[in-house]
C-alpha cells in the first residue's frame, strides 16, 4: 500500500564515495522533490522535477545531482560525500496542479564515515 | 530571505492540556499554508491545511493571519500520541507550481 519508496533506509558511505538514493512513487504525480533534513532543522528542498523540467535551488551543491528516469523513479546522487551531508534524505511528490499536498516517502539516512 | 519561524519549544504537557504553537513566515506574498507532524526519524505527515476562515479536525485547530503573517496551531486534551515534531509550512506559489517552506518545528511532549 506505499506509495512513496524509499531505497534504501540507512545508507553508510565512506568520505568521497559517489552514493544515489532512490525514490519511487505509485501515485503517478507529476512532482517529485528532493529534501535534506539534518537533526533538529527544517527539511530542507534540495531540487524537484516537475515531469521532466528540472529545477535546482540557488543553494544546492554542485555535489548533489538527480535524475529522473520516469515518471515513477527518481534518483539523488551525491558525488563526493562529506561528513556534513550526513543526514535524512526525503522524496515527496505531489500532483503539481491546485492540489497541493505534499507526500514524503520514510526518507533515507545516510551516515559517511 | 524568505523564512518561516516557529516557538523554539520544547513544549511539555500533561495529559489533557491545552497547548498552543505559533508561526510567522516573512513572505507576504505566501498563499498557502500547512501544519505537518513528524514523529522522532518519521518522514513529515500533512496534519491539517490552514484556511483564512480558521479550521477545525477534532481536537485540533488552525488560524490564519495574513495582516500580521501570523499561523497557529491549539491542540485540546493532548494525548500522549500527540508526542512529535510540529512543522509550520508555508507555500510560495508561482504559475501552477510553488515550493514548500518549513519551519524548524516545535517539539512537543506529552506526559501522563
Known amino acids: 500500500d506505499a506509495m512513496v519508496i524509499q531505497n534504501p533506509r540507512y545508507q553508510v558511505t565512506q568520505f568521497g564515495k559517489p552514493v544515489t538514493l532512490s525514490c519511487s512513487q505509485t501515485l503517478n504525480h507529476n512532482v517529485m522533490y528532493w529534501y535534506q533534513q539534518k537533526s533538529s532543522q527544517a527539511p530542507k528542498l534540495l531540487f524537484h522535477y516537475y515531469d521532466k523540467d528540472f529545477n535546482n535551488e540557488a543553494d544546492t551543491p554542485d555535489n548533489f545531482q538527480s535524475r529522473r528516469p520516469n515518471t515513477s523513479f527518481c534518483f539523488l546522487d551525491i558525488r563526493s560525500p562529506g561528513l556534513g551531508d550526513a543526514a535524512m534524505y526525503l522524496c515527496a511528490t505531489s500532483r503539481g496542479d491546485r492540489e497541493e499536498t505534499q507526500y514524503f516517502g520514510p526518507g533515507t539516512r545516510l551516515l559517511v564515515l | 530571505r524568505k523564512e518561516v519561524e516557529q516557538d523554539p519549544g520544547p513544549f511539555n504537557v500533561p495529559e489533557g492540556a491545552t497547548v498552543t504553537f505559533n508561526c510567522t513566515y516573512s513572505?507576504?506574498?505566501?498563499?498557502?499554508f500547512f501544519w505537518y507532524r513528524q514523529d522522532c526519524r518519521k518522514e513529515p505527515k500533512l496534519l491539517m491545511s490552514?484556511?483564512?476562515s480558521g479550521n477545525e479536525d477534532g481536537r485540533f485547530t488552525a488560524q490564519l493571519n495574513r495582516a500580521s503573517q501570523y499561523i497557529s496551531l491549539l491542540i485540546r486534551d493532548s494525548k500522549l500520541s500527540d508526542s512529535a515534531t510540529y512543522l509550520c509550512v508555508v507555500k510560495e506559489v508561482w504559475g501552477s507550481q510553488g515550493n514548500l517552506i518549513f519551519g524548524k518545528g516545535t517539539k512537543l511532549s506529552v506526559k501522563p
Open positions: 490552514v484556511y483564512s
Open positions: 513572505n507576504s506574498a505566501s498563499q498557502s
